[in-house]
């Protein structure tokens, strides 16, 4: 660690700080305005050791601003005392591997790159503010019990495979929710061996039960969540509340950190990239962005391409100039991001549609005839209704009719 006396003159500097963070520890460096080292140390993660780690920074001039590796993971704490602390603070990218191999790899070398990423500019974008914070957790909470279902089911199955052949008999056609309502209600009974084969098996039925009920009840207050703090990206045709969530936290709470559509269908690898060469002029798919937020623009064109009639003919004019599905579904996730990117950085206004449930009641008309009238399944009704599902113009001529009926 090497530090320097401040003085007077200091004041009058400018300087740029760099931070490489950690669990227990941040690793905090200050630069010149012409990029000259003048000091690092090491702090504690606790808000004693950020305060100490704002003095120490602004002990060697006036910071113009500070890079951050990992603002929303182990820099969240310093970024949140910085930035209340009125500091600017931006989004350092780790460095490349052609430049660790080159100068090596060390918690002084990352917190000065940090440093000259924040003075040249490379680093510019805001780091996200925490008004996500909320959805992030419930969003990872939620997956997280997919994922713990997902594994006690395949576990479920393995262990079928393999048992007796009195419990394979009796388990092993069964699907779904039938199987695991059964295998929940077992009294395992017999030998050692078919007491411990249907112990397991009722162990984790009821985990899958157990998973799923908590999953339910993680998207029901994601969706609440999701829809207060976006209620037009909530309700955009096709955005479940997974994939709403998935693209705040993507986006961040502070979508004017967002430059252009185009900047955000890069960040969520819906961007074709260059790859011309000589007489060659073609693009190629992107394989970078964030992954999670490219399958959230995947799951918006699945279910646009299966129900919405606009999708549906976009798709059959795409298909009949000779496109494949993959090439269509490329360029629906980009016309999606386009649309996305609106939704987060300008006010949608949703078309209210809490009349329609009373008003059709009020007149005694039952979901049936209703889709009878309208040539659908009452469920596009239901959720219609009951806002699950979008579809201003359905919305206005279903009000229309109910109104005259």
């Given at each position: 660690?090497?530090?320097?006396?401040?003085?007077?003159?200091?004041?009058?500097?400018?300087?740029?700080?760099?931070?490489?963070?950690?669990?227990?520890?941040?690793?905090?460096?200050?630069?010149?305005?012409?990029?000259?080292?003048?000091?690092?140390?090491?702090?504690?993660?606790?808000?004693?050791?950020?305060?100490?780690?704002?003095?120490?920074?602004?002990?060697?001039?006036?910071?113009?601003?500070?890079?951050?590796?990992?603002?929303?993971?182990?820099?969240?704490?310093?970024?949140?005392?910085?930035?209340?602390?009125?500091?600017?603070?931006?989004?350092?990218?780790?460095?490349?591997?052609?430049?660790?191999?080159?100068?090596?790899?060390?918690?002084?070398?990352?917190?000065?790159?940090?440093?000259?990423?924040?003075?040249?500019?490379?680093?510019?974008?805001?780091?996200?503010?925490?008004?996500?914070?909320?959805?992030?957790?419930?969003?990872?909470?939620?997956?997280?019990?997919?994922?713990?279902?997902?594994?006690?089911?395949?576990?479920?199955?393995?262990?079928?495979?393999?048992?007796?052949?009195?419990?394979?008999?009796?388990?092993?056609?069964?699907?779904?929710?039938?199987?695991?309502?059964?295998?929940?209600?077992?009294?395992?009974?017999?030998?050692?061996?078919?007491?411990?084969?249907?112990?397991?098996?009722?162990?984790?039925?009821?985990?899958?039960?157990?998973?799923?009920?908590?999953?339910?009840?993680?998207?029901?207050?994601?969706?609440?969540?999701?829809?207060?703090?976006?209620p037009g990206l909530r309700a955009a045709y096709g955005v479940g509340p997974d994939t709403a969530a998935q693209l705040l936290v993507t986006?961040?709470?502070?979508?004017?950190?967002?430059?252009?559509?185009?900047?955000?269908?890069?960040?969520?690898?819906?961007?074709?990239?260059?790859?011309?060469?000589?007489?060659?002029?073609?693009?190629?798919?992107?394989?970078?962005?964030?992954?999670?937020?490219?399958?959230?623009?995947?799951?918006?064109?699945?279910?646009?391409?299966?129900?919405?009639?606009?999708?549906?003919?976009?798709?059959?004019?795409?298909?009949?100039?000779?496109?494949?599905?993959?090439?269509?579904?490329?360029?629906?996730?980009?016309?999606?991001?386009?649309?996305?990117?609106?939704?987060?950085?300008?006010?949608?206004?949703?078309?209210?549609?809490?009349?329609?449930?009373?008003?059709?009641?009020?007149?005694?008309?039952?979901?049936?005839?209703?889709?009878?009238?309208?040539?659908?399944?009452?469920?596009?009704?239901?959720?219609?209704?009951?806002?699950?599902?979008?579809?201003?113009?359905l919305a206005n001529t279903y009000r229309d009719w109910l109104t005259a009926a």
């Amino acid at each position: 660690m090497t530090s320097e006396v401040a003085d007077d003159t200091t004041t009058d500097k400018v300087v740029f700080g760099g931070v490489d963070s950690h669990a227990d520890t941040i690793h905090v460096a200050v630069i010149s305005d012409n990029g000259g080292h003048l000091a690092d140390a090491e702090f504690a993660t606790t808000a004693a050791g950020y305060a100490a780690a704002l003095a120490f920074l602004g002990a060697h001039g006036h910071v113009n601003a500070i890079g951050v590796e990992g603002t929303a993971s182990y820099g969240a704490g310093f970024t949140r005392a910085a930035r209340s602390a009125g500091l600017d603070v931006v989004e350092v990218n780790r460095p490349d591997r052609a430049e660790r191999r080159r100068i090596g790899k060390s918690d002084p070398i990352d917190a000065y790159a940090a440093a000259r990423a924040a003075l040249s500019g490379r680093a510019s974008s805001a780091p996200k503010d925490d008004t996500v914070t909320g959805i992030r957790a419930l969003h990872n909470a939620a997956r997280s019990a997919v994922k713990a279902r997902t594994a006690a089911l395949n576990q479920i199955t393995h262990i079928l495979v393999t048992a007796p052949e009195s419990i394979r008999a009796k388990f092993g056609q069964l699907k779904g929710a039938d199987r695991t309502d059964a295998l929940a209600r077992l009294r395992p009974a017999g030998d050692a061996a078919h007491v411990a084969v249907l112990t397991a098996l009722k162990s984790l039925a009821r985990r899958v039960k157990e998973l799923t009920a908590e999953h339910h009840a993680l998207t029901r207050a994601l969706d609440s969540e999701v829809t207060a703090h976006n209620p037009g990206l909530r309700a955009a045709y096709g955005v479940g509340p997974d994939t709403a969530a998935q693209l705040l936290v993507t986006a961040g709470g502070n979508p004017e950190r967002l430059r252009t559509e185009a900047s955000f269908a890069a960040l969520c690898g819906a961007a074709p990239v260059p790859a011309s060469s000589g007489r060659t002029n073609r693009h190629r798919l992107s394989r970078g962005g964030d992954r999670a937020a490219n399958a959230a623009l995947y799951r918006i064109a699945l279910v646009r391409m299966s129900s919405d009639p606009r999708t549906r003919d976009y798709v059959a004019r795409q298909t009949a100039a000779g496109r494949t599905k993959k090439e269509i579904i490329r360029l629906l996730k980009r016309a999606i991001a386009r649309e996305m990117f609106r939704c987060l950085t300008t006010t949608v206004t949703v078309p209210g549609i809490a009349d329609l449930r009373p008003l059709r009641q009020s007149k005694n008309i039952t979901l049936t005839a209703a889709a009878r009238h309208f040539g659908v399944w009452p469920a596009t009704i239901s959720t219609l209704e009951r806002g699950i599902r979008r579809d201003d113009d359905l919305a206005n001529t279903y009000r229309d009719w109910l109104t005259a009926a």
